[in-house]
């Protein structure tokens, strides 16, 4: 085989090695996924659900994210392109708050409806924010649906760790170690914020009277520099 046919083959083979890696790609970010701000037990997290193409080639109209039992209360994200409904649900038994009252109801799904279908091809996100479970390894699985122009996709296949993922899987994420600050942090911790404070306001003032003495003494330098001349 000649040089300039063996460069020619070996070209081919590595364009279609890489179109089958983008075409991978592709079919791996075709999902609606969603990415946490935090995923520490605890924490207060926003979740960020993505949508990039249609159900097939039609335009989205809606996204139904349904909650876990383990999420009660949801703020949602405003998305100037969609409308945003909560559908509350009323609890069997009635949840603390941690602020001294406690929840009767809860947010089982929150629906984005498209005010301009969204074309398929293009990618768009709506946001939830929420406390996550303050227990490690807790699995959160959300449901989606998507709803078309024609058709819909539910993404609400579940799946355990090691198994094959399913065609249309729903997002989930799971909760790790609590990171001990913001919501949550124990009162050790609070206690040391407020002193770490204290102390930095008072080399603050030290700062400022140290910078007033400062001032006086350059003034009264040049006053006496200027009754010698």
């Given at each position: ?105 809860r947010v089982a799904e929150v629906v984005y409806t498209a005010k ?74 609070a206690a040391d914020h407020e002193e770490a404070g204290t102390g ?30």
């Open positions: 085989m000649s040089l300039a046919r063996h460069a020619a083959r070996t070209a081919a083979l590595t364009l279609t090695s890489s179109a089958l890696v983008v075409s991978a790609a592709a079919v791996a970010s075709a999902h609606v996924s969603v990415t946490p701000s935090s995923t520490a037990a605890g924490a207060y997290s926003v979740l960020t659900f993505s949508v990039g193409h249609g159900c097939g080639t039609s335009p989205t109209t809606r996204l139904t994210v349904q909650l876990p039992e383990e999420i009660i209360a949801v703020t949602p994200t405003v998305n100037p392109n969609w409308t945003v409904e909560k559908k509350i649900e009323k609890l069997e038994s009635a949840v603390d708050n941690g602020h001294g009252g406690e929840y009767t109801e301009t279908p969204l074309e398929d091809g293009l990618r768009d996100t709506v946001a939830l924010q929420m406390p996550l479970p303050e227990e490690e390894g807790t699995k959160l699985v959300f449901p989606v649906i998507q709803t078309c122009e024609e058709g819909e996709t539910a993404w609400t296949q579940t799946y355990d760790e090691g198994q094959d993922e399913p065609e249309s899987p729903a997002p989930f994420i799971e909760t790790t170690a609590s990171e001990g600050d913001g919501h949550g942090a124990t009162d050790e911790e930095s306001n008072t080399l603050g003032w030290v700062g400022v009277v140290l910078g007033a003495l400062g001032l006086a003494a350059g003034g009264l330098a040049l006053g006496r520099t200027r009754s010698r001349g």
